[in-house]
């Protein structure tokens, strides 16, 4: 029997997951279905639908904006809920697995990162200097999992006092932008969100190293922070579709004990940008 999966969000219609979970399917020949479902965006609407799906027989779901957070409360609907390090850290969850006798949550946005940094960018990063840019919850999901890599983790942010709340609880370093006038990082990532409003974090031109690479989280166009990078002697520019596709494939993992080939399927979306 086909197992069911969906993707849970608010709007929803862009998401990329379906045809990313079907190509999945595919390659591996797992018998699942995924399908993008739309819920009104309150904590209530969200917590509803869970229940829903769980008595509809689904195995799991995906969960996105705005709801990773309210994921992570799911725990006071009386479940039996079991988090992983990355998600009681992160306080959101991005995937959840469905057992006979709770729910399983899970983050994989910061392994996603991580592999497309280090697997298909080919990037070290131990002891590399890192400069994760915003203290929003797609920072806040990826700190831990860069921390463990080895790499020595700086937070800067538009609001320099959220980023060194977040330096402090992750046990990392944090700065405002004028702070970082002196510095020069390795890696440069853009976890902000002003690449949705075509605009840039106002850093210093003088951050990149030589050989440095810039990563920016969003994808589907090249953001003025990728411009920006580019201009200023990055000498890599990457947008986050490596990392969609990874956090997927992880989430994969997690419902199916299967690892899809990730490289065939950036390939295949990358041809349809
Ligand atoms: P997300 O879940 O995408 O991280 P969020 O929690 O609303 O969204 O956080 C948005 C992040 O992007 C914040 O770090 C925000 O900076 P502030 O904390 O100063 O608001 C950052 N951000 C959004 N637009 C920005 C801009 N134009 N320049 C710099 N930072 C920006």
């Known amino acids: 029997m086909t197992d069911k999966y969906a993707v849970i ?72 809920i079991s988090l992983s390090e990355d998600v009681t850290h992160a306080m959101a969850a991005n995937t959840l697995k469905f057992l006979n006798g709770g729910i399983q949550l899970e983050n994989t946005d910061g392994t996603g990162l991580v592999r497309d940094l280090t697997e298909n960018l080919g990037v070290d990063l131990r002891g590399k200097r890192l400069l994760l840019v915003g203290a929003g919850g797609a920072a806040r999901g990826v ?8 790499a020595n983790v700086i937070i800067t942010n538009r609001t320099a006092d959220k980023a060194l709340a977040l330096a402090k609880r992750f046990i990392v370093s944090g700065c405002s932008y004028e702070e970082l006038v002196s510095k020069k990082f390795d890696i440069v990532i853009n976890a902000t969100s002003s690449g949705l409003s075509d605009e840039m974090p106002d850093i210093p ?29 990055a000498a890599v520019v990457s947008d986050g579709l490596g990392m969609l596709v990874e956090q997927a494939a ?24």
């Not at 190293?209 to 994808?219: E, G, H, K, Q």
């Not at 090249?222 to 411009?227: A, L, Q």
């Not at 299967?258 to 065939?264: F, G, H, L, S």
Request: charged letters at 20%.
């Open 250 to 273: 992880e989430s994969f993992f997690i419902w199916r004990g299967v690892r899809p080939e990730t490289a065939p399927v950036i390939a295949a979306l990358r041809k349809q940008q």
């Open 205 to 233: 031109e003088s951050i990149f190293a030589p050989s440095s690479l810039a990563y920016d989280m969003m994808y589907g166009r090249e953001t003025p922070f990728m411009k920006f990078a580019r201009e200023h002697g």
């Open 9 to 80: 969000g608010n709007p929803i219609a862009h998401s990329k997951s379906p045809q990313i979970h079907k190509m999945f399917a595919e390659q591996t020949g797992q018998d699942i279905s995924y399908e993008a479902i739309l819920v009104a965006s309150g904590p209530d609407d969200f917590t509803a639908e869970i229940i829903g799906l769980r008595k509809d027989g689904y195995k799991g779901c995906n969960v996105t904006v705005p709801f990773k957070q309210h994921a992570f409360q799911l725990g006071i609907i009386g479940l039996t």
């Open 143 to 150: 700190i831990l999992p860069l921390r463990r890599t080895g």
